[in-house]
């Protein structure tokens, strides 16, 4: 079969590998879809450590169900499903607490040296495909993966109906919280960011106010909309020190704030007002079984649209060049799919 294999920094070849056959309990699919992340494009360039090669990247898929493993009975011959990326034991503390995501003994598909699904084929378990409607696309399947890393993030906010809420960062991550906190009701959905082309996706996918704080006061406008209350709830998906202070300034007394974004180890914050003003900060990371498969049920029940985001489809023999490019200007794309129609 055909993948792109990760073979040292800024190395990736499009290549025959050996084919893959299911074990007990496994399925193998045919890759229909499978997202770029933000962390392969960090696994290309060799900066993080967690792409160990030769490996094949790819943990944002769908596909379609080819073959059957021995004892596998919720499946069957071309269910189309997305995959939770996590092979987890069900047996450590971790799992037997529900945090299946941390489980001691994972094997998370395309991340070190477990490979992944820039293929044509993979083999999972099927304990973690979920199926997909006919109506769903393969490519907003794929999307399940970033989008329960959001969801988890906007539950750590609480109930949103009637609330005031600021999204900072636009990115994949940023613009799924978006949808995430567009199906709770809230007042209004403020969005910061430097790119007007992404704000205006933004506002496609739902945002009452978008504002570039390069070009706009970002505390001014929200204190006029708000009739200077400020905003309920914030959810920071950058991670700088400079967008963490837009948060923090813009939150009313007894406010709540999630940090998403990771872009800096160590950033400086105002506690004083952390603490005068009762606010309330979360860190969230990742996502659990449930939640992926609440986002799941989400789509499938035609809640959400996140078709906006989708800003490229390529081929499997494209994907190296295209993450060439992406490496080096990250701004131009927000989630560009590789896709497999044969």
Known sequence: MKAVVYEGPKILTYKDVADVYPKANEVKLKVRACGICGSDIHGYLGITGRRIPPVIMGHEFSGEVVQLGEGVDNLALGDRVAVYPIDFCGECEMCKKGDNHLCLNKRAFGVLDIDGAFAE?????????FKLKDNISYEVGSIMEPLAVAYRAIAHLGDLNGKDVLIVGTGTIGLLALACVKIQNPNKIFVSDLSDTRLEIAKQMGADVVINPSKNNLQEIIMSETNNKG???????????????????????????????????????EMQKIVTKELTVKGSFLYGFDEFKKVV???????????????RQISLEELPETMKQMSEDPGSLIKVTVVNKN
């Not at 084929?121 to 973690?128: D, F, L, R, T």
């Not at 923090?248 to 950033?267: P, R, Y």
């Open 121 to 129: 084929y993979i083999c999972v378990p099927a304990k973690v495909c």
């Open 231 to 269: 905003l309920d709830a914030v959810a920071e998906a950058v991670g700088v020190a400079s967008t963490v202070k837009q948060g923090i300034d813009v939150l009313t007394f007894g406010g709540s704030a999630v940090w998403i974004g990771i872009s800096s180890k160590i950033i400086d914050v």
């Open 297 to 311: 049920n989400i789509l499938n029940e035609g809640k959400m649209d996140i078709t906006p985001l989708l800003s």
